[in-house]
């Protein structure tokens, strides 16, 4: 079967840096994605990471180690329009490509 | 990028009837997926809908209970059979860029949701 954990809530202050961690157990992993969810809204991709390392695109970067089963989210310069849930998910091949989400990070940012 | 719009966008339905839910993307797509996910949970894969073939169902969902028609590559519908409360939820179709690249570049659009409340 496959699992991911991440924490189930985050609170930072606005101008500050946060750190999603997730990790994870699967079989046929390819790659770790996040995804961000506005309330009421659809999940939106931030960012794929297939290979070990650092990926950056903006105010958000994100890691992946394969050997670890491990990777984060990190958002700088927070926004108050950060507040939202933050998945981590596991793109994995059993026959067929598919993505499967873990629970989700409530990120709350304070002014 | 792929645009997605889903159809009804929320319904309430009574127990023990169905409900078929649209969803047309504006251009053609290899793979859909079907998620449901609860009001500030997780989203949890139904199945996958590939077009000329029957949909794979993931562990806990079943085709009598959940059929899935992908007549093309545009478009998809998933219905919620004899429903109970416990159906209710938010109805998700997603697609997904460039399939079958997993080691680079992967994205997958989500439409905006069908909110199904079952009494």
């Known amino acids: 079967g496959q699992s991911l954990e991440q924490p189930s809530e985050v609170t930072a202050v606005e101008g500050a840096i946060v750190q999603i961690n997730c990790t994870y157990q699967t079989s046929g992993f390819y790659g770790l994605s996040w995804y961000q969810q506005h309330d009421g809204g659809a999940p939106t991709f931030l960012s794929y990471n297939a290979l070990d390392g650092l990926e950056e695109t903006g105010r958000f970067s994100s890691f992946l180690s394969r050997s670890d089963s491990y990777g984060y989210l990190l958002l700088q310069e927070l926004q108050m329009k950060d507040s939202a849930s933050y998945f981590c998910?596991?793109?994995?091949?059993?026959?067929?490509?598919?993505?499967?989400f873990g629970a989700g990070t409530r990120l709350f940012v304070k002014a | 990028s792929a645009v997605i719009s889903q159809k009804p966008s929320r319904d309430i339905c009574q127990r023990g009837t169905s409900l078929t839910i649209q969803c047309q993307v504006d251009?053609?797509?290899?793979?859909m997926f079907w998620y449901r996910q609860q009001p500030g949970q997780s989203l949890t894969l139904i199945a996958t809908?590939?077009?000329?073939?029957?949909?794979?169902?993931e562990s806990g969902f079943v085709i009598d209970k959940f059929p899935i028609s992908r007549p093309n590559l545009t478009f998809s519908t998933l219905t919620v059979s004899n429903m109970s409360p416990e159906d209710s939820s938010i109805y998700l179709c997603?697609?997904?860029?460039?399939?079958?690249?997993?080691?680079?570049?992967?994205?997958?659009?989500f439409g905006p949701g069908t909110r199904l409340t079952v009494l």
């Open positions: 997603s697609v997904e860029d460039l399939p079958g690249q997993a080691f680079s570049y992967n994205e997958q659009f």
């Open positions: 251009s053609q797509v290899t793979m």
């Open positions: 998910a596991v793109r994995v091949d059993t026959g067929g490509f598919k993505t499967i």
């Open positions: 809908a590939n077009q000329g073939s029957e949909a794979t169902y």
